[in-house]
């Protein structure tokens, strides 16, 4: 009886490690003040080696990253989001075009301007695409809340 819970209990950890869904992409988030009442809005990712995540404007083929904030009345959007980090281009046979990609860290940044100062959190959606040499992962999307305190 102990060798059968114990081949069970082995092939359920193995099952549940098997199937565990692959996450090479850590985000995190933050808000910085500016001004008075403006500040910037911090989404970065950070990869795992060898993967990479498609710019906004990514070229034909894979999902591009996008981001998508839920309308606030204390919030108003100043401008599009803007990439920092190191934009990689390389043809891809598979794509058949010209992408454009970050490898290791991108920090995409979201201009705000504060119609009230108060204590608020932004809140919205990215969706993006990851890939290595070997394969491409479905299009993700992850909800995301930030805080924006004036005060702290």
Do not use: R
């Not at 990514?58 to 839920?70: L, N, R």
């Not at 100062?117 to 932004?122: G, L, R």
């Amino acid at each position: 009886m102990k060798k059968i819970i114990l081949s069970l209990a082995v092939l359920f950890f193995v099952g549940a490690v098997n199937a565990q869904v692959e996450n090479p992409v850590t985000w995190s988030y933050s808000a910085k003040k500016i001004s008075a009442d403006i500040y910037e809005l911090h989404m970065t990712a950070t990869l795992q080696p060898k993967w990479h995540i498609y710019a906004q404007a990514a070229g034909d083929g894979p999902v591009p990253t996008s981001f998508s904030f839920d309308k606030s009345p204390l919030i108003k959007l100043d401008g599009n989001v803007k990439e920092a980090g190191k934009v990689l281009k390389e043809y891809d046979p598979n794509f058949k075009s010209t992408l454009n990609f970050y490898a290791n860290k991108v920090d995409f940044v979201q201009k705000v301007k504060m119609k009230a100062i108060a204590a608020t959190v932004a809140k919205g959606k990215v969706t993006y695409m990851v890939c290595n040499d070997q394969k491409c992962l479905p299009p993700k999307d992850v909800a995301f809340a930030i805080k924006i305190n004036p005060k702290g």
